[in-house]
């Protein structure tokens, strides 16, 4: 504008007059607009004359704006516009003529660069109606939140590793192995009489057959590679979509970094998703990005100060300044105050409007859906995300995730689902369409203490395993293993150090019963029970494993080993129910336990110890056998519990939660109730206390100073009375419960050694309760006689300034 200042002075007044009218609106473009620049910047000698700026005014006027001609994705028919402000539904005159100014600003935009895409600058509402996108955008003072790219930790550990070798612990030494010393005498092998030449033909055949099927193998890999290749995009960066962007500098914000309003999820501007900037806009400025961005927006420098980079919309806004060294920081100064010296500053300044937009009041259901109905949905490749809100489901699923086999999702491999608030403490459940095995997943407080239940079908004595809290229960029980035969349990923590417990099965006898598991349980064959190291005894007589071979008769004990030993001790017992020749029952024999001791010992080999140890053994026996039959009937129990909670499948609701938990919405509605009820009972007993004494004078008769006076003098002898009758009532209640309990005294006095234990006990209560009485009626009557002058002179001062009375006993005041 310069420039064209000078043209102008050189052609004199009379020109200046006739293009005056272009000149002011030229300057009034460049104060509102500044010009993006073109690819060729002007040469420094070239001058703006007149003519050139009418036919510059011509061509922006014929420049047209494109529009996109997309429908808005609201419209009256999906949102209730008669609730909206009066701003969504029109625009202020600042408004405006801030979009003339846009209009203008897009319309030379459109001329200096007709190969881009037109600027989005003033879409429209829910009320369609245009706005500038900078009033969209509502200010806050909420910092950002500090975000952290755990994943870059996490690869730099991972690299690390990688360039860090570690030694292999099976990979030998650098000694050389030791060959063994060659034999002095060897046997010749016999002779080979097989044809090599089959052997070769075999050889190639079966190498004919490996390399068919890594071919076939390859071919097959390459197909699924080719359909699994994506389909070239034909909109690849024709996309536009809208980010937020966080500069450095301020926040302590050390880099910029963009942030994905739909997911809110941080990445940097050197990433390979953004492949570049058309604009940025805040709530003060627009700005249009005037740099290449062949290689995404990793070269791109964020730097708006720089009219070069960023050229800006509006003048006089707190634009950045641009970062300059120091020394053109002075010199750029001194330029301006040596070219600035003798003028006034103009202000061009524009005033940005004022936010249209309400503030964002989210209620806590809205905020609590998440997103749109309370449901999303996510497709991947060959996989499949669905997400809920809390509470939506009536089953507590909050996320389900199916994978498939195949690109068309049309075969499921398995899906896994995310439960909260189930009162089964259900957190996950992981389902495989391929082996149909089911594994479900509790978080702590299941009835059972059950943490992981692992089954292909939920019907008794099949396959299944099933962790628990060892902590939670009493046992110790921390797995326990099921098939149609077996059953193996572990434990952890016990007295008794049992560690490990397997029972084997036989086959059940058929009976006609409904549940044959528990009426008709299956025969146990063996037991195997296993202990961990007992400190207090030697390991000689520490038994590490015990075997009960019910249908042999038989029981096996092997001990721990000693920490010098390489064996440890063994001993058998046998069960026999024969009769020696005198026809009596052999009940211990020397055979009948059969020993191996790593130091033999004597007391061991007597057979009082012996039988002794087997007494013992066949009650340990027994035991074991019914804590086994006790797991068989806890599986039922849990499989018909489990059945009954997914039938149910009750959710838990906070009593904080009022609008969800209906026993609390319940207590609290009768709280009101109960409180709405006293009030009006309360209300009810404040009857008027010169009612019965205005009932006696004669009806519609205006009341005289006599008659007044005579009403206070009835009303507080009657109030008086009423005192002197609650006092004696309190005081003759009082000397009844006294003489009575005297008289009891008298009768305890006169037939204490006749009485019972009982009766001495019914005479004690008597006294107890009746010196409570005593001293309760005692207070109440000292209570009495405190208040009772009070409320008398309350009663008086409340007759003065009752306004029926007040006019009359003004004189006697």
Known sequence: ????????????????????????????????????????????????????????????????????????????????????????????????????????????????????????????????????????????????????????????????????????????????????????????????????????????????????????????????????????????????HSWVLVLSGKREVPESFFIDPFTARSYSTQDDHFLGIESLWNHKNYWINMQDCWNCCKDLVFDLGDPVRWEYMLLGTDKPHLSLTEEDDIDLNDDDDVENLGKEDEDKSFDMPHSWVEQIEISPEAFETRCPNGKKVIQYKRAKLEKWAPYLNSNGLVCRLTTYEDLECTKTLEIKKWYQNREDMLELKHINKRTGLNIDYFKPGHPQALRVHSYKSTQPEMDRVMEFYETARVDGLVKREETPKTMTEYYQGRQDFLSYRHINFGPRVKKLTLNSAESNPRPIVKITERFFRNPEKPADEDVAERTFLIAEERIQLRFHCREDHITASKREFLRRTEVDSKGNKIVMAPDMCISFEVEPMEHTKKLLYQYETMMRLKDEEKLSRHQAWESELEVLEILKLREEEEESHTLTISIYDTKRNEKSKEYREAMERVMHEEHMRQVETQLDYLAPFLAQLPPGEKLTRWQAVRLKDECLSDFKQRLIDKANLIQARFERETQELQKKQQWYQENQVTLTAEDEDLYLSYCSQAMFRIRILEQRLNRHKELAPLKYLALEEKLHKDPRLMEYLKVFA
């Open 1 to 240: 504008m310069e420039v064209l200042r000078e043209t102008l002075e050189e052609e004199g007044e009379e020109e200046v007059a006739k293009h005056k009218e272009e000149a002011e609106k030229a300057e009034q473009v460049e104060t509102a607009v500044k010009t993006a620049k073109p690819a060729e910047a002007p040469k420094e000698d070239t001058i703006l004359t007149p003519e050139m700026l009418r036919d510059l005014d011509k061509k922006l006027s014929e420049t047209e704006t494109l529009v996109p001609t997309e429908s808005p994705l609201f419209t009256k028919e999906t949102i209730d516009t008669s609730q909206l402000p009066v701003s969504y539904k029109t625009n202020s005159p600042k408004e405006e003529h801030l979009l003339q100014v846009a209009d203008n600003f897009s319309r030379q935009y459109s001329h200096l660069c007709p190969d881009r895409v037109p600027l989005f600058l003033h879409p429209l509402n829910e009320c369609e109606v245009p706005k500038f996108v900078s009033t969209t955008i509502r200010p806050t003072l909420t910092p950002y939140p500090e975000l952290y790219n755990w994943d870059s930790c996490a690869q730099f550990v991972s690299d690390f590793l990688t360039m860090v070798p570690l030694p292999d612990p099976l990979k030998p030494t650098s000694k050389k192995e030791e060959k063994p010393p060659p034999k002095k005498y060897a046997i010749k092998p016999p002779r080979d009489l097989s044809s090599k030449f089959e052997q070769e033909q075999e050889k190639k055949r079966q190498m004919e057959i490996r390399a068919q099927e890594e071919k076939r193998l390859q071919e097959e890999e390459e197909r699924l590679m080719e359909a699994e290749k994506a389909k070239p995009d034909s909109l690849h960066g024709l996309r536009v």
